[in-house]
C-alpha cells in the first residue's frame, strides 16, 4: 500500500504540473485533505478548471499519469459539467481529478481549498432528501422480494443491502450525517447499528433470505417512523407483504 508521503509527494508533484499546463486556470484540493479530515487511507481529490475543450485536457492528462505516475486503469463519473477521472496508481493510491469548464470551477460543499485560480460563486449540491431516501428504499425492497419468489439468491441479497444502505442514509439525514457512500454510518448510535447488523444476509437459502429481508425491512419502518411518520404509516401495509414468509400468489 501506498505511504503517507508518497501520495503527500503524488498530489504535490499534480498540483506543481496543473500550474505549469496553460490550460488549466484553476485548482483546488477536495476531500478529506481539503477539511483536516484527512489520514493514513485517504486518497488523492483534485478538481481542475480548464480553460478550452475539457476534453483535451483530459486526454493529457491521462497520458501523464499513465507515462509519469504509472497508472494502471482509470475511469470516469460524469457529474454535471464535470468529469471525474478516477486513477489506479501503484500502491493502490487512487487519484481523483474533476475536469471542469473554468466557468463551473466552483466550490460545491465544504470539501474545498483553492490551490490557484478563482473559483466561481459556490453552487452546493442538492442534498438527498428523506422522501426521495425512502422510494428506493421501498423499491428496492419490492425487488428483493420478487428476486426471492424467483429464486434469484443472488440477486435478492443484492437488494437486501441496497434496503439497508437506504436505511443508513435516512438515519444519516435525520442526524446531520453524510448521507452517500455509508460515510456517516460510523457515527451513527448504536442502537440503530445493532438492528442493522440483524440485516446482514448470512446464508443464500429461502429461508435465511426471508429472515434478513424482515429485519431490513423491521429497520427500514423503524427509521420511517422517526423521520416521517405519516410516510412510514402510508407505506407500512405495502412494506408488510413484502416481509410475510407467505408466498406470493
Known amino acids: 500500500m501506498f505511504s503517507t508521503q ?36 485517504s486518497d488523492i481529490d483534485l478538481v481542475f478548471g480548464v480553460d478550452g475543450p475539457p476534453a483535451v485536457s483530459m486526454r493529457h492528462w491521462t497520458d501523464r499519469l499513465y507515462d509519469d505516475f504509472g497508472a494502471a486503469h482509470h475511469w470516469d463519473l460524469p457529474s454535471g ?13 487512487e487519484a481523483d481529478i474533476a475536469f471542469v469548464p473554468i466557468a463551473d470551477f466552483a466550490p460545491r460543499g465544504p470539501s474545498w481549498r483553492t490551490v490557484f485560480g478563482t473559483p466561481a ?11 426521495h431516501l425512502a422510494g428506493l428504499a421501498w423499491h428496492h425492497a419490492l425487488h428483493a422480494r420478487i428476486s426471492i419468489e424467483r429464486n434469484r439468491l443472488w440477486q435478492a441479497e443484492h437488494w437486501i443491502g441496497a434496503v439497508r444502505t437506504q436505511v443508513i442514509a435516512l438515519a444519516c439525514l435525520r442526524l446531520g450525517h453524510p448521507t452517500s457512500y455509508a460515510k456517516g454510518a460510523h457515527l451513527l448510535p448504536a442502537d440503530l447499528t445493532s438492528m442493522l447488523a440483524a440485516t446482514l444476509v448470512r446464508t443464500l437459502d429461502d429461508a435465511e433470505l426471508h429472515r434478513a429481508l424482515r429485519a431490513t425491512v423491521d429497520a427500514l419502518v423503524a427509521e420511517l417512523v422517526r423521520i416521517d411518520p405519516a410516510l412510514a404509516a402510508r407505506l407500512l401495509p405495502a412494506l408488510t407483504d413484502l416481509a410475510s414468509p407467505t408466498p406470493l400468489p
Not at 459539467?81 to 493510491?93: E, I, K
Open 6 to 41: 508518497e501520495r503527500d509527494t503524488i498530489r504535490q508533484r499534480l498540483l506543481e504540473l496543473a500550474a505549469a499546463d496553460p490550460a488549466i486556470a484553476g485548482a483546488a484540493v477536495t476531500g478529506s485533505q481539503a477539511t483536516g479530515d484527512e489520514d493514513r487511507w
Open 81 to 93: 459539467s464535470a468529469v471525474y477521472r478516477v486513477f489506479l496508481l501503484p500502491g493502490c493510491l
Open 121 to 131: 460563486e459556490p453552487h452546493p449540491a442538492p442534498a438527498p432528501t428523506a422522501d
